[in-house]
């Protein structure tokens, strides 16, 4: 045989081999982003094609886990448009989002068919002056918008006794690993959904634990980004030196291609301007490098985040020591046994911009925190929340008009993280901190990156011993995006 047709041979296996991955093995559950654009692009897969699938899925899955609130009704119509559009575009010419879907938590503003409800039936036919700064890239990016996340009620600053996971719209939220265990909050639907596969991408918003905590008990990765990085512009706000949107997906890849998306400057949410000096020019993607954690310095704090109880205590430290060689194999530095000596005063604090949102709505049930209050009284019942009662609402009106109090709150906050995280980092030049997630167990680093408005990152870790996840979560100071990818 000449060496021509020998070689002809091996090119048709390996064709062969190539096409019939895709198209025997080729599976939208756990696709990723960039297996859908190449299913895409290789015509085995088009985005209605993709949506059929999701609300297949969304139909079977849905009345158990409650991920989702609503579903866009326009969104086969939507995917028929991507589809179009990528029939007249050249290969590589759009974004690595089109054509995808994506589903936002119900506290993010769409100007379509889709309610914005927080998950309450307070804003139930409220209707919003436009789509919140996020959407807009999304659309722009030719992202297809799927649907409403379910979440905690009013991102569970309603009540302290709420259980994470539930609103009064969609009831209790369900961990898909195990039902049980509960989602944790408040992007609750967001994790679901996309750990079940009902959704390959979402958005989450954090004030304190919010993406990082449903991201780790749901198995996925979530960014929560620098304050500012992200527009909150038509985000039902809780703290707006804390709030922040973020990406929960599967993998730290999609999640990049969503923070590339939706960052930077938004003229609605002046925490835009701020930021506008940490967003990377060229985008995020650039810095996933296999290599990454050589010569990183990684602190870890010990206590209180690696306080592990008993039995399962000792699994999970082997997990994690597990994951500490791992992180030393690939050329990380880690440094151990540091301490913020603030840590308890930080974990202790909290502060509230309700108002503002409900004045500009166009059309609303509520229009004060007050108004809300007397509805939720009012409509205890139908929204089967009566017994979580409303405490931190109540304690929030409660501050109405005490702006020097909260002045003296917000300067408390900043000192605090000036003597506590900053202080840590710049003293030992760390690059990161890392930390367990498992907030069942440990205190978590939350609240500790929520006061600064610093950014972090949870991947998935492991499972406990009942096939709990859990997340490894490193977080560290404003802009340092880039490094935690
Ligand atoms: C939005 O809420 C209204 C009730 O106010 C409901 O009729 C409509 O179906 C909801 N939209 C979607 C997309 O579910
Ligand atoms: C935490 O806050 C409570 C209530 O404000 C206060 O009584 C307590 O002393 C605080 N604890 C710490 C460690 O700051």
Not at 155 to 177: M, V
Not at 421 to 435: I, P, Q
Request: charge should be positive.
């Amino acid at each position: 045989m000449s060496t021509n047709s020998l070689l002809s041979i091996l090119v048709c296996l390996l064709l062969y081999g190539f096409f019939t991955k895709i198209t025997t093995a080729f599976s939208i559950k756990e696709a990723t982003t960039d297996d859908l654009q190449l299913a895409f692009q290789q015509k085995h897969l088009t985005s209605r094609q993709l949506v059929q699938f999701y609300l297949k899925e969304i139909r079977r899955l849905n009345p158990l886990l409650r991920g989702f609130i609503e579903v866009n009704p326009d969104s086969l119509y939507l995917a028929h448009k991507a589809d179009q559009e990528r029939k007249a575009n050249a290969q590589g010419s759009l974004h690595t989002l089109h054509g995808i879907p994506i589903l936002l938590r119900d506290n993010i503003a769409t100007k379509d068919k889709l309610n914005t409800t927080t998950g309450s039936f307070a804003l139930l036919g409220s209707v919003v002056p436009r789509d919140a700064g996020v959407v807009v890239r999304l659309r722009k990016a030719g992202a297809i918008i799927l649907g409403k996340a379910s979440m905690s009620e009013w991102a569970a600053f309603r009540s302290t006794f709420l259980p994470r996971g539930f609103c009064g719209r969609k009831g209790q939220g369900r961990n898909p690993y195990v039902l049980s265990a509960g989602p944790c909050g408040s992007s609750s639907g967001s994790g679901i959904s996309v750990a079940a596969n009902m959704v390959a991408v979402s958005l989450g918003t954090e004030t304190d634990g919010y993406i990082l905590c449903p991201s780790s008990v749901n198995s996925i990765v979530g960014i929560k980004p620098t304050v500012g990085l992200t527009s909150r512009s038509g985000v039902v706000p809780i703290s707006p030196r804390q709030d922040t949107v973020g990406p929960m997906c599967r993998t730290v890849r999609d999640a990049v291609y969503v923070l590339d998306a939706i960052v930077g400057f938004d003229h609605y949410d002046d925490a835009t301007r701020a930021a506008v000096k940490f967003i990377s020019e060229a985008g995020y993607k650039q810095f996933l490098k296999p290599n990454g954690l050589k010569g990183k310095r990684l602190g870890m704090v010990r206590s209180p985040f690696f306080k592990f109880s008993n039995d399962e205590g000792s699994v999970l430290t082997r997990v994690f020591k597990h994951h500490f060689d791992t992180l030393r194999q690939k050329g990380a530095i880690l440094i151990d046994h540091w301490e913020i000596s603030n840590i308890d005063e930080i974990l202790n604090a909290t502060g509230s911009a309700i108002n503002a949102y409900l004045k500009q709505l166009l059309k609303s049930p509520v229009r004060t925190l007050a108004d809300l209050i007397a509805f939720n009284k009012k409509f205890s019942n139908l929204e089967k929340t009566k017994e979580y009662g409303q405490d931190l609402f109540e304690a929030a009106e409660s501050l109405k008009g005490a702006d020097k109090l909260l002045k003296l709150v917000v300067a408390n906050l900043n000192k605090l993280s000036r003597n506590g995280l900053e202080e840590l980092v710049r003293k030992h030049k760390l690059d990161a901190l890392v930390t367990p997630y498992d907030l069942r167990r440990s205190s978590d680093i939350s609240t500790l990156l929520a006061i600064g408005g610093y950014p972090g990152i949870t991947v998935p870790a492991g499972y406990d011993n009942v096939g709990v996840p859990f997340g490894i979560c490193f977080g560290g100071l404003k802009g340092i995006e880039p490094k935690l990818i």
